[in-house]
């Protein structure tokens, strides 16, 4: 283990370095028919070192149709395609085009049925029936399959946009919308209507996004608004009521909101992450849908993202960890202004299994596992997905809290570090930088922090946090006492389970108490998974084989596949079946294939589903299913 070199962005082909893209004018024509969107990008750039004669774009899946530079057209050159990155796109600058020089290129183009960034979903995958719906995820580098674009997150660019669509059909882009407050759009006259949208708050390509169905909305707070297809849009304002508490409180900890609007895009069950955090307008699953809001803290999250990742944002996907480290770190401080430290507390202990869970499953010494792990070699950031940025990256966060004297102390240093890096990237060492700047090694245990360490080795954290485990003393204590009951995994018939066991054991537990518990099992049993009857007379005290809340099904589900317990594999295949989210998908597909019993019901659920599922849920599942990942 070494320190590595100096920052390369290895995501992108673009020369964003040498030539920055600073604005888009996107006209778009949306064709569920053709299931592609053909339009122009207008892009306007500034030159920032001379001698550069091109404008190198990333495009992936795009037919490019012409191109012109100030007005007039131009040749232009389109590379042969990388596997991951897609083709580079070549665009000749006017001669003379020295550091400080600007001006504007034009692309025409269109996508393609097979562009990565978009699904389409027939009538038939909604919630209505009645209409087809679109919708984008562009992160981490599917942008390029979009439009023409510098997709990397470390070149920012404000837009605008006229996305034209059915006219039954309502559009929504990570931007203001222009003809607040109606958001009617504009009749063409021809069975169309078009929406304006723009975004002033310069971003990454991959917080681009746009969704077109049929849609309602209803009011959650002075400046947020739920959107869905109307059969969900009643459900999605109960469960969503505490946007405007989580905005408030956000604020109090990070600084102003910039952005004007918070929006939130209540999705079809495809969608394949628990939501995205796309300016002014959050994307988030139908799997929070429970009915109690205890699933709501995933807008928490999406909420703190209006600070950590759009406003400041990882320079590339190396330093990922900026992103959703910090983010896990605001979330969890927005809970606890609202509950209390203690919920913070809580959150962070099942965080950390979480993480246990993620090294194990990537190997302790395999390098995704490293807070800033090595994307050369043309990687697919995707490919290098898990909870590691998001959980490894709080447990450093939380260490260097702990360190400096508390929350108090960190979030006076977290306010002045978005101040700092505002509409900005940062890398690893852009951030150890500031913090020691900010701290000095004259503050206590600020010295020995070894970096290095943290940044680059594989595996658990070097150092080890602790937590009040008050809110989880009672659900630990529950796990740890059928964890002994049965320590060789033999539990047989009624006497599985401890003795004292019984149906009131989980009375006045909240859902996450209870995710909890069957979370502590799964670390607890790992090495030497309970017997099928010992998950029976769980289920027979508990009846957690009817629960409708995910994170409790996702947990349970896995305990009983990984027991051999297969009582559970239609309710399995059933949630397997109902949603596309990869947080629940990809563990139990991957409990399923590693057990003979159901490695089968496995293989033919995926083929049966698999054009469901968004495609970079279908391409990691199959990665794990040991299958094709197209075919």
């Known amino acids: 283990m070494g320190k590595r070199a100096a920052t390369v962005e290895h995501s992108t082909q673009s020369n964003y370095e040498a030539v920055t893209v600073t604005h888009a004018d996107l006209d778009l024509v949306v064709d569920f ?45 389109l590379a042969s395609p990388h596997k991951a990155l897609g083709s580079a796109l070549s665009i000749p600058l006017p001669a003379g085009a020295g550091a400080g020089s600007q001006g504007s290129t034009r692309v025409r183009f269109a996508t393609s049925p097979a562009s990565t960034a978009l699904q389409w979903l027939s009538p038939a995958q909604t919630a209505g029936g009645e209409h087809p719906y679109l919708f984008t995820q562009c992160q981490a580098i599917h942008a390029r399959s979009l439009v023409p674009c510098q997709d990397t997150p ?16 309502t559009a929504l882009m990570s931007a203001v919308p222009v003809d607040e407050p109606g958001r009617t759009g504009q009749e063409s006259g021809d069975g169309t209507r078009t929406f304006s949208f723009a975004q002033q708050v310069p971003i990454p390509s991959y917080l681009l996004a746009l969704a077109v169905g ?6 959650l707070g002075p400046v947020s608004r739920v959107y869905s297809e109307p059969s969900m849009v009643a459900a999605g304002a109960y469960e969503f009521s505490e946007t405007d508490a989580f905005l408030q409180a956000a604020a109090s900890v990070a600084g102003p909101y910039v952005w004007g609007r918070y929006d939130l895009l209540l999705l079809p069950p495809s969608f394949p992450y628990g939501g995205m955090e796309n300016p002014c307008l959050t994307f988030v699953t139908p799997t929070l849908l429970v009915g109690d809001r205890s699933l709501a803290n995933v807008v ?24 959703e480290g910090w983010t896990m770190w605001l979330e969890r401080r927005i809970l606890a202004k609202l509950y209390g430290e203690a919920t913070y507390e809580f959150h962070a202990s099942l965080g950390y299994l979480d993480l246990r869970e993620a090294v194990e499953t990537w190997g302790a010494g395999h390098d995704f596992t490293c807070l800033v792990p090595d994307l050369s070699g043309g990687i697919d950031p995707d490919d290098a997905f898990s909870t590691i940025p998001y959980e490894k990256g709080f447990y450093f966060l939380h260490y260097l809290q702990t360190l400096v004297g508390g929350p108090e102390v960190f979030e006076a240093f977290f306010k002045d570090y978005i101040k700092a890096f505002s509409f900005k990237t940062v890398t690893s060492d852009g951030f150890k930088a500031y913090f020691l700047d900010y701290f000095t090694d004259s503050t206590p245990g600020v010295g020995g922090i070894d970096w290095d360490l943290w940044f680059y080795q594989p595996g658990m954290p070097p150092n080890v946090n602790s937590y009040d485990a008050s809110l989880a003393e009672s659900a630990y204590a529950l796990a740890q006492s059928w964890h002994t009951s049965d320590l060789m995994g033999l539990g047989t018939g009624s006497t599985a389970g401890p003795a004292k066991a019984s149906t009131t054991d989980l009375d006045g537990w909240s859902a996450s108490q209870k995710v909890a518990f069957l979370d502590k099992l799964g670390e607890l049993r790992s090495m030497k998974p309970f017997t099928p009857a010992t998950t029976r007379r769980m289920q027979e005290l508990y009846h957690f084989d009817d629960s409708k809340n995910a994170e409790l099904r996702r947990a349970w589900y896995s305990l009983c596949i990984k027991a051999g317990d297969l009582a559970i594999l239609p309710q399995t295949l059933a949630f397997l ?45 199959a990665t794990d299913l040991q299958m094709p990942a197209a075919v």
């Open 33 to 77: 028919s053709a299931k592609t969107i053909s339009g122009t990008a207008q892009l306007k750039y500034e030159v920032k070192r001379s001698g550069c004669d091109a404008l190198i774009l990333d495009t992936r899946d795009l037919a490019i149709q012409e191109v012109s530079v100030d007005g007039a057209a131009c040749q232009f050159t």
């Open 214 to 219: 049929q849609l309602e909305s209803r009011e």
């Open 300 to 323: 928490a999250h999406e909420i703190a993202h209006s600070w950590t990742g759009n406003l400041v944002t990882n320079a590339s996907w190396e330093h990922f960890w900026l992103n």
């Open 577 to 621: 079946s109902e949603q596309g989210r990869m947080k629940y998908l990809r563990p139990l597909y991957r409990a399923l294939y590693a057990h003979p019993k159901s490695r089968q019901a496995a293989l033919d659920t995926f083929a049966a589903h698999r054009e469901m599922y968004h495609p970079i849920a279908a391409k990691m599942v």
């Open 154 to 169: 470390g070149a920012k660019l404000t837009y605008a946009a006229r996305v034209r669509v059915p006219e039954v059909m």
